[in-house]
């Protein structure tokens, strides 16, 4: 069962790129044209079927809006007070929420793929941010200027992501196939440079390892922390263990990826075995994590889905995709009713129902 | 004709299967072809008039009739080449943990059995039909499920399991043809082909690099794919490489680097330091060895493993890949049963054999595999 969210009152773009809150309602997402939406994702209405109403939004009108495509877009991780979103027109901003104004802006040299800032870290506020060119730029929101710059990859990179574990850890993914654990304190160099074929690691060697055969496109920390997903062109998706950079040789088969930018994928959060959701043509594919057994793929988009991200609270999960919709799917604890109209009386509990996700949707 | 399955979404084998002990019915069956591990039902047919079938009447009666664990018998003798559908193939949604699996399992010869057979059902051969039917009963009365047999283990009781990587490289070893490069060529196997034989790939890629780690097999690059793997027998590797470097001036430097080397590291690739500091290698004795073929270039002061001589075989495979995956696209809908690709006439581009790169195509995913009531189906996937 599908749900369809109205997405956007001026529905002509594609929301790229989604964010939920940490505190649970709100979903940031950002399009191809610019806008940026607020939706509250909270089921008041309490019908299986719904539509999410957007708050706000930053529209084409806003003084401040981005001139192209949003690419990624995340709360402040402490609280919704605060949001950042980075794009096409290589600026990096920050909003805030309540007004609606730009606190501050980053401009780069090049356009900008994504940043990303740490969840959990209280000791810094470094955003990083990943760009065409090779370098990583690590941003302070407190002091408004660009603190630090990682150099080691050859070409863009193309995605960023702090570990929810660690403060000062860093993963970046880059064009150049190669996927770089870096501790920001450290002046020398990364940390690890991941190796597909799990070789000698010695210092000469590490310019030739490579994580994936093509361009790496995305990048996603288990919730814990201890394991790294990245997912490349060459359609595969490789765990890694993020403590020494071994491949864990978990095999997901083909990953169809032929995304030219980031690819932005997710980890399930309290489930018994953590499913990843990665964003495969039109469909989602979901796999287990640790044992990379395709689960199922969900059908719902008309166009290639760009991004997907995963509500812990209610277990739910958003897409977004070219076809300018954002659907939420929800585990069906029941057979999906057919008719909209009143809420009937449950039928029985769908035995296999960790499985068979699906998603509500409602005119409202 | 080999049957080929589903590989998606299946339990690995050897998990937890309740069941039974099998009866092996005497070792005259045909070898296996190349089956996987599950979803068939088929079991073979037992050579000779014996047709197992005479197990089927009255399973119950022989396990009052033995006094020790009874072991559940196996329903063999009919070749079942129709699969049921499954539904636990990826992309058709279901519920997996509903369809019914047919996990393999280490197949344990417990009973040789004609004699004892044939004391107990005298004159039991039954007509097909009859047998089927009974044999259907069975597996739900005790909850059995139906085993395809693997004709493999008998030949290597000891080494791999079926379903195993060990094994399904020595299988897919035979199917290499050998005669085509003179014997100059090691046998050469792909990973791919690996996968569409062990169904889980994780347990797959494990597996191969146990072996890879016990120096049994060596795992090579093949240039024309980075994510193409081939596996060749560390012994066929080492005698067609000092057969190939006989009496060549960089004979020395490739028997030292097969002396030293090879036991001592097991990766696809070696880097400089290593070369010179470790093994001792001079300059000179590398650029023996690239030019003997043993090492091809990978990065400034980094080497891949290479087959000497491999050139050949990556031109035929690569074409015959593409000659069998236009087979397949030019067909009506873009989609074939595997019986009717194989009953095919090979266009003569293909040089290593239809199973060979079917084999291939099936584990790389280059076509998707659907189980269909006429057999399985393979397809090309849309994106």
């Known amino acids: 069962m599908l749900g369809f969210l109205s997405a956007r009152q001026t529905g002509l773009e594609d929301p790229l790129r989604l964010r939920r809150a940490e505190s649970t309602r709100s979903m940031l997402s950002g399009g191809s044209d610019g806008v940026i939406v607020l939706y509250d994702l909270e089921n008041s209405s309490r019908q299986s ?23 990624t877009v995340q709360w402040y991780p402490h609280d919704t007070g605060m949001f950042t979103s980075s794009s096409f027109d290589k600026t990096l901003k920050v909003w805030d929420t309540n007004t609606l104004q730009t606190a501050d802006v980053f401009n780069f040299e090049e356009t900008v793929y994504s940043h990303h800032m740490s969840p959990v870290s209280t000791k810094h506020c470094l955003v990083a941010v990943g760009t065409r060119g090779p ?41 150049d196939s190669r996927v770089k654990l870096w501790d920001v304190r450290r002046a020398s160099g990364c940390l690890i440079t991941l190796d597909q074929h799990n070789g000698k690691k010695s210092q000469a060697v590490e310019s030739a390892n490579t994580a994936h055969n093509g ?91 760009d991004c997907c991200v995963f509500q812990s609270n209610f277990q739910e999960l958003y897409s977004g995709s070219r076809d300018c ?4 799917w929800v585990p069906s604890l029941y057979e999906p009713v057919p008719d909209d109209d009143e809420t009937t009386t449950k039928s029985q509990l769908n035995p296999a129902f960790e499985d068979a996700w699906s998603s509500s949707d409602e005119e409202g | 004709m080999q049957s080929f399955s589903d590989s998606g979404g299946q339990t690995p084998p050897g998990a937890g299967e309740v069941c039974a002990l099998r009866r092996r019915l005497i070792p005259t069956w045909p070898p296996a072809p190349l089956n996987t591990a599950h979803e068939s039902t088929g079991v073979r047919a037992l050579g000779g008039s014996q047709s197992a079938v005479g197990v089927g009447p009255g399973p119950a009666d022989v396990l009052r009739v033995s006094a020790s664990p009874p072991p559940l018998p196996t329903l063999t003798g009919l070749r079942d080449d129709k699969l049921t559908p499954s539904s636990s193939s990826p992309g058709l949604g279901g519920t997996p943990g509903e369809s019914v699996r047919h996990c393999s399992a280490p197949e344990d010869p417990i009973f040789r059995f004609s004699s004892l057979h044939s004391y107990l059902f005298p004159g039991t051969i039954k007509s097909r039909d009859m047998s089927r039917k009974r044999h259907h009963l069975v597996p739900e009365t005790f909850g059995v499920k139906r085993r395809r047999k693997r004709g493999l283990v008998e030949s290597d009781p000891l080494r791999g399991e079926p379903g195993s990587a060990r094994a399904a490289v020595s299988e897919l070893m035979q199917l290499f043809p050998r005669g085509l490069f003179e014997d100059a060529l090691p046998p050469i196997v792909l990973r791919s082909q690996v996968y569409s034989l062990v169904p889980d790939r994780t347990v797959a890629d494990r597996q191969l690099k146990e072996l890879q780690e016990q120096r049994e097999i060596r795992i090579v690059q093949l240039g024309f794919d980075l994510d193409a793997h081939g596996i ?45 500091q470790t093994f001792g290698f001079r300059d000179s004795e590398i650029t023996h060895l690239v030019n003997a073929g043993v090492l091809t270039v990978r990065d400034a002061g980094s080497w891949w493993l290479a087959v000497p001589g491999a050139g050949r075989f990556i031109k035929y495979f690569v074409k015959g890949r593409q000659a069998v995956l236009g087979m397949v696209r030019k067909s009506k809908y873009r989609e074939l049963l595997l019986s009717e690709l194989l009953g095919r006439r090979a266009p003569a581009v293909v040089r290593l054999g239809l199973t060979y790169h079917v084999h291939d195509l099936i584990g790389a995913q280059l076509v998707d595999c659907i189980s269909t009531t006429s057999g399985t189906l393979l397809r090309l996937p849309e994106t």
């Open chain 1, 135 to 175: 370098k990583v730029q690590l941003c302070d929101l407190k002091s408004g200027s660009c603190s630090h710059i990682l150099q080691g990859h050859r070409q863009e990179i193309l995605a960023v992501s702090w570990s929810p574990r660690y403060d000062y850890i860093l993963a970046t993914a880059s064009a």
């Open chain 1, 215 to 305: 361009k790496v496109n995305g990048l996603c920390f288990t919730s814990d922390g201890l394991h790294l997903l990245t997912v490349g062109t060459d359609n595969r998706m490789r765990l890694w263990n993020s403590s020494n950079g071994e491949n864990t040789l978990v095999n997901y088969g083909k990953v169809c990826n032929n995304s030219k930018k980031g690819l932005k994928f997710t980890v399930s959060c309290g489930c018994s075995s953590e499913f990843v959701f990665v964003p495969y043509g039109s469909t989602i594919a979901v796999y287990t994590v640790y044992l990379g057994e395709q689960i199922t793929m969900l059908k719902g988009h008309y166009k290639t889905v």
């Open chain 1, 325 to 328: 919709n954002i659907l939420a």
């Open chain 1, 49 to 71: 079927y719904y539509t999410c109403k957007a708050v706000c939004s930053i529209g084409r009108d806003h003084p401040d809006v981005h001139r192209y495509s949003v690419e």
């Open chain 2, 232 to 276: 060749i027998f560390t012994e066929d590797y080492r005698t067609r490489v000092l057969k190939a470097c006989d009496g060549r001036p960089y004979a020395g430097a490739v028997q030292k680097f097969l002396a030293s080397v090879l036991p001592a590291c097991g990766d696809l690739s070696f880097q400089q330091d290593q070369m010179t």
